[in-house]
């Protein structure tokens, strides 16, 4: 695990974007594992400045998202439909076709008869099945949430599940409610990769920025690996770089590489 602090987070986007373009420089079919949140915006920009700048080509690249809500229709303003659109795809040249985003409808779904809905088991087979065809992720992006998520793998989570339905926790609906017009608005289940998934990508790449996340941060780099922590589980990926600004690397007690 490389642990590299940065001043500031325009400087943490900077050296992410860097690695990510590095890495679609030598491979222009680059299999790019993408987030949504705050943290992952000043990379897209900029990604979106290497294009338009530099030529950077996407257009034989292949995404895959982490995970969508479940019962936001794709063109609603906070589905991650939405956000990737709006925030990276919309200003880059990458083909429709090779864009990816776990469904979040699934019509008339029973909502707590998910886990067991065949449309929902063959929807996260077919994404699973779909990232083998691709090759699998080179590289994945990652954020964390305050309480150590990485994608909707809440704590307690398996750390060898699939990509599949997980109940939102009353933290992450909280943390996520600043995008709603009340907490009642955010969905209870999101589809997503899961931890297992990953593990897979040959490479993963997480940021994080602020003092929210400093203890989520400490306990996956310094604590045990551990379910209740599922960003811990990188401890065991043979290639994940964590990038973080000072705020967030504010409570762990090791010297860690610092650039910038
Ligand atoms: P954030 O979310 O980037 O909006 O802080 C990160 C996450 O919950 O994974």
């Not at 019962?71 to 990276?88: C, D, I, R």
Request: proline fraction near 4%; glycine fraction near 8%.
């Amino acid at each position: 695990m490389l642990v590299i602090v940065e001043k500031e987070y325009a400087d943490m986007c900077r050296v992410a974007a860097k690695m990510v373009v590095d890495r679609l420089r030598k491979k222009p079919n680059l299999v790019l594992g993408l987030a949504t949140g705050s943290t992952p915006v000043g990379l897209y920009q900029e990604l979106i400045r290497y294009h338009r700048e530099d030529g950077l080509d996407f257009s034989k690249v292949v995404t895959f998202n982490l995970d969508e809500y479940i019962g936001l229709p794709p063109h609603h303003e906070q589905s991650y439909a939405t956000f990737m659109k709006t925030q990276l795809f919309d200003h880059i040249n990458i083909s429709p076709e090779n864009i990816h985003i776990p469904q979040g409808m699934f019509g008339e779904v029973n909502i707590t008869a998910f886990e067991t809905d065949p449309a929902v088991t063959a929807f996260c087979h077919w994404y699973e099945d779909e990232i083998k065809r691709a090759g699998g992720i080179d590289i994945q992006i990652l954020g964390i949430g305050g309480n150590g998520h990485i994608a909707f793998n809440e704590p307690g989570s398996s750390l060898g599940s699939r990509t599949r339905v997980k109940t939102l926790t009353e933290k992450t609906r909280r943390d996520n409610a600043r995008f709603f017009a009340s907490i009642d608005e955010v969905p209870r289940y999101a589809i997503t990769m899961g931890i297992g998934t990953i593990m897979e990508a040959r490479e993963v790449l997480l940021l994080a920025n602020g003092e929210g996340k400093a203890e989520a941060v400490r306990r996956s780099i310094e604590g045990p690996v551990t379910a209740m922590c599922p960003a811990s589980m990188l401890q065991m990926h043979r290639k994940s770089t964590i990038i973080l600004d000072q705020g967030a690397a504010s409570k762990l007690s090791a010297e860690f590489i610092t650039y910038g």
